[in-house]
């Protein structure tokens, strides 16, 4: 859903990956410490009900994962290793965001959400089949098919996540819940959207 706002993102990020291109930075460096400052936010601050103040932290980091490849593109050093490891580290930045989210629910700072450990549940859920979207994606393309879309794409899950836990933060009650709750469902349509097309391709290289 928000890759339709690609174009805007780029035209903001484009003078900060300047910035750091005029000063040599590696885009590995930056793509090393935002994941480093994600799961810091994430591990420190959900857990100890910090919520909102965790989601600043969070979000400024997230912006190193649009910066470095903006960086990598701007200096001709798009790489496959690049991709690779922005892939890789964009999992772990993601399970520490979902995993703050879960250490909270079953943590003494939750004791104002009912069931907390029903929504730790809920939220492990949403992290387990988020990933498995990923994975999903990874396999198929290293098999020659293609997966496009999908009601979950991870821009979408941190945003659903990050603003359920903002809102969540400052008083609005259930928002936390409502956005696992969401996460988990659109995350497990997305993997069945996926797996779909697949055997859709499959079966269409068999009959050919």
């Given at each position: ?27 590995d ?41 903006q960086?990598?593109?701007s ?59 990923s ?46 709750t ?22 269409e290289?068999?009959?050919?």
């Open positions: 859903m928000l890759e339709r706002f690609r174009g805007a993102w780029t035209a903001v990020i484009a003078p900060i990956a300047a910035f750091f291109v005029r000063r040599n930075v590696s885009p460096v930056i793509t090393v410490v935002g994941t480093v400052g994600v799961c810091v936010g994430a591990l420190v601050c959900f857990p100890n009900g910090w919520l909102w103040q965790g989601v600043v932290v969070i979000t400024l980091f997230v912006f190193a994962d649009m910066v470095d490849g960086m990598a593109r200096t001709g050093r798009s790489s496959r290793w690049g991709a690779f490891l922005d892939s890789s580290l964009d999992r772990l930045g993601d399970g520490a965001v979902f995993g703050g989210i879960v250490l909270f629910f079953v943590g003494r700072h939750a004791v104002d959400h009912p069931y907390p450990t029903v929504w730790a549940a809920v939220a492990l859920w949403a992290l387990v089949l988020g990933q498995l979207t994975y999903v994606k990874a396999r198929a393309e290293s098999l020659n098919f293609t997966t496009v879309g999908g009601l979950a794409a991870r821009a979408d899950r941190l945003l659903v996540i990050l603003l359920g836990a903002f809102l969540a933060g400052l008083g609005v009650p259930w928002a936390l819940e409502i956005a696992v969401l996460l988990a469902l659109g995350s497990s349509v997305t993997v069945v959207q996926r797996i779909a097309q697949v055997r859709r391709q499959a079966v290289q068999v009959d050919a």
